[in-house]
């Protein structure tokens, strides 16, 4: 498999990101708390405007092959000296190469000017393979909530 880069993605990305964020929806709607036929509707999504306007509300990471998005994770300050993991998704056809551990990885650096001494995140606890992810990036289970797993990374 050629490299994955990853990095912040830009306004010239905003496109691609909706495109991705769309696939993950219709793909796995059982993963996040929002459906695809709602967000296919919004003109702009909420990522997609911070993505295009450089928000400091929140970053999007992406994982390129090439020069094709082929994965995501948002970071949003959630509390003083935390930030929260979101819409973490990875296509089909790039999983299982460690895409899903590089964009930990840069998220662990909190770029973009982010300041944290934590990364939170929550799974849902059927979902095996991202939880399987996101203990090998060194992420401890904090606590379970109806069904669903929150992780802790310490940085």
Known sequence: MAEINCRILT?????????????????HPECYGSDHERELKIPKLYFE?????????????????????????????SSPGAVEVIQMYVAADHRRAGVGLKLLSLAKQCPGGLSARFLHLSVFEDNASALKTYQRAGFNLSHRENGQLYMT???
């Open 49 to 77: 405007q911070l993505i295009a306007n450089a928000s400091p509300k929140g970053l999007m990471l992406g994982a390129f092959h090439k020069s094709e998005l082929v994965g995501l994770c948002g970071l949003i300050a």
């Open 153 to 155: 990374f310490k940085l």
């Open 11 to 27: 306004a010239k990305d905003s496109l691609d990101y909706r495109r991705v964020r769309l696939e993950s929806l219709k793909f």
